[in-house]
């Protein structure tokens, strides 16, 4: 895919973006609480828990989107690492933050399912349980709204288990913004600016592991909590007087413009037969006989 076809997403005006984005989130905020309201009613919750799914979310707010298989090396839960800290961040009322969480585990990972429970408590809690939701049921329909509907993708597994990430690859082509460990695809497609800072996502922790998971996951769950507080959030809510972000928008345009052109399926399918069917069959050499005379 030509790069310089998908350079010219710097052309189309803030405006024009920031409200396609916004109606995409829209509609995913509109779908998650009608699968919320379902979800409730068929559990046969009372009528003030239904009608509570109404006052669910904030199109404005900040929304940070995490969905995937909940094995336990993608640590679905490390946002809560530090539980106290994430509850500071999820109920500041002047610069909301909202996140939704959705993901099927195994039937027989005991551990991934521990996850899920522990993310739907966390859901309930008071205080914040208007900025979290679980959404059940995940299918292709679910993570389309997702990946249509977010600001940020977060992706923080273990290092360095991570396969590939094509749900992030996904949130590009829709203006998302990653956050994410440097492991799978984003190793490749996070990019920097000179001052060092990312260009378009951000990263989460050194492109390092240890054996250590406990420490891991301290130091990743600090780096997150950094990123939010001090680079993320602020630049979400850096708006001019007609509530546009002109600095978060650039880098939307920066996320499209450099993943779009390099993580598709025209690529994919161009180095599967670049790099693995066009090759020239490698056969065993044939045995040397030696001449001897007779």
Same mark, same amino acid.
């Given at each position: 895919?030509?790069?310089?076809?998908?350079?010219?997403?710097?052309?189309?005006?803030?405006?024009?973006?920031?409200? *396609?984005?916004?109606? #995409?989130?829209?509609?995913?905020?509109?779908?998650?609480?009608?699968?919320?309201?379902?979800?409730?009613?068929?559990?046969?919750?009372?009528? $003030?828990? +239904?009608?509570?799914?109404?006052? /669910?979310?904030?199109?404005?707010?900040?929304?940070? @989107?995490?969905?995937?298989?909940?094995?336990? %090396?993608?640590?679905?839960? #490390?946002?809560?690492?530090?539980?106290?800290?994430?509850?500071?961040?999820?109920?500041?009322?002047?610069?909301?933050?909202?996140?939704?969480? $959705?993901?099927? $585990?195994?039937?027989?990972?005991?551990? =991934?399912?521990?996850?899920?429970? *522990?993310?739907? &408590?966390?859901?309930?809690?008071?205080?914040?349980?208007?900025?979290?939701?679980?959404?059940?049921?995940?299918?292709?329909?679910?993570?389309?709204?997702?990946?249509?509907?977010?600001?940020?993708?977060?992706?923080?597994?273990?290092?360095? /288990?991570?396969?590939?990430?094509?749900? @992030?690859?996904?949130?590009?082509?829709?203006? =998302?913004?990653?956050?994410?460990?440097?492991?799978?695809?984003?190793?490749? @497609? %996070?990019? +920097?600016?000179?001052? @060092?800072? =990312?260009?378009?996502?951000?990263?989460?922790? &050194?492109?390092?592991?240890?054996?250590?998971?406990? #420490?891991?996951?301290?130091?990743?769950?600090?780096?997150?909590?950094?990123?939010?507080?001090? &680079?993320?959030?602020? #630049?979400?809510?850096?708006?001019?007087?007609?509530? !546009?972000?002109?600095?978060?928008?650039?880098?939307?345009?920066?996320?499209?413009?450099?993943?779009?052109? $390099?993580?598709?399926?025209?690529?994919?399918?161009?180095?599967?037969?670049?790099? !693995? %069917?066009?090759?020239?069959?490698?056969?065993?050499?044939?045995?040397?006989?030696?001449?001897?005379?007779?």
């Amino acid at each position: 895919m030509d790069s310089q076809i998908w350079a010219k997403v710097d052309q189309i005006p803030d405006e024009e973006v920031w409200w *396609r984005h916004q109606v #995409l989130k829209e509609r995913l905020i509109a779908y998650t609480r009608d699968q919320l309201k379902q979800a409730r009613q068929n559990r046969g919750e009372d009528a $003030a828990a +239904v009608h509570e799914v109404d006052q /669910l979310l904030d199109p404005r707010a900040l929304t940070i @989107g995490f969905a995937r298989r909940f094995s336990s %090396y993608k640590r679905g839960n #490390l946002l809560l690492h530090d539980a106290q800290r994430a509850v500071q961040i999820f109920s500041n009322t002047e610069y909301p933050v909202q996140i939704l969480f $959705a993901g099927k $585990a195994h039937p027989a990972d005991e551990e =991934g399912k521990r996850i899920i429970q *522990r993310l739907i &408590e966390w859901c309930s809690s008071s205080g914040i349980k208007h900025r979290i939701a679980f959404i059940e049921n995940y299918d292709m329909y679910m993570a389309r709204k997702l990946v249509q509907g977010v600001d940020v993708w977060l992706n923080n597994p273990r290092r360095p /288990l991570e396969a590939s990430g094509t749900s @992030g690859q996904k949130v590009c082509f829709n203006g =998302g913004i990653n956050c994410s460990v440097l492991d799978g695809w984003w190793s490749e @497609g %996070y990019q +920097v600016v000179p001052n @060092g800072k =990312g260009f378009n996502g951000w990263a989460i922790g &050194e492109d390092a592991h240890t054996s250590n998971q406990e #420490l891991q996951d301290k130091i990743d769950s600090d780096s997150l909590y950094q990123l939010l507080e001090s &680079e993320i959030v602020p #630049l979400y809510y850096d708006q001019d007087a007609d509530g !546009i972000p002109h600095g978060w928008i650039q880098m939307m345009k920066a996320s499209i413009k450099t993943n779009a052109p $390099a993580f598709n399926t025209d690529r994919m399918i161009a180095d599967y037969v670049t790099q !693995i %069917y066009s090759r020239e069959k490698v056969t065993d050499p044939q045995p040397v006989v030696a001449s001897v005379p007779l």
